[in-house]
């Protein structure tokens, strides 16, 4: 049986706030909750910040545990490579989801954006 540890994840939720209550577009929102996520070395990271984000933003879509899983993975794939991430920008949420679900490594995602 699976138990979660009593982790603070206080700074994460924190930085999810503020992340929600700017402006930014929908796939750089996206990118930055990624990145918030990457910070936790925690392996439950992910779900953790679906389940804050989707108790306290009822309104809002796109927080399930899977999907800030491929933010985390879109924030991996694109933190270190600025040209690619400008036009990974440029995409739709769902075009990016399928570039980097379905290519193997860093040149194929570059050929398709």
Same mark, same amino acid.
């Given at each position: 049986?699976?138990?979660?540890?009593?982790?603070?994840?206080?700074?994460?939720?924190?930085?999810?706030?503020?992340?929600?209550?700017?402006?930014?577009?929908?796939?750089?929102?996206?990118?930055?909750?990624?990145?918030?996520?990457?910070?936790?070395?925690?392996?439950?990271?992910?779900?953790?910040?679906? #389940?804050?984000?989707?108790?306290?933003?009822?309104?809002?879509?796109?927080?399930?545990?899977?999907?800030?899983?491929?933010?985390?993975?879109?924030?991996?794939?694109?933190?270190?490579?600025?040209?690619?991430?400008?036009?990974?920008?440029?995409?739709?949420?769902?075009?990016?989801?399928?570039?980097?679900?379905?290519? #193997?490594?860093?040149?194929?995602?570059?050929?398709?954006?």
């Amino acid at each position: 049986m699976n138990k979660r540890k009593p982790i603070d994840y206080t700074l994460m939720y924190t930085a999810l706030d503020s992340l929600v209550q700017t402006e930014l577009p929908e796939v750089e929102l996206y990118f930055e909750i990624g990145r918030a996520v990457c910070a936790r070395p925690e392996k439950g990271a992910a779900v953790m910040a679906a #389940e804050y984000l989707q108790a306290n933003y009822p309104g809002d879509r796109g927080f399930s545990p899977r999907n800030l899983r491929r933010m985390r993975e879109f924030y991996r794939a694109y933190a270190d490579t600025p040209e690619l991430r400008a036009l990974a920008l440029k995409l739709g949420w769902t075009q990016n989801v399928a570039i980097l679900e379905s290519c #193997e490594g860093g040149q194929e995602r570059a050929w398709y954006l």
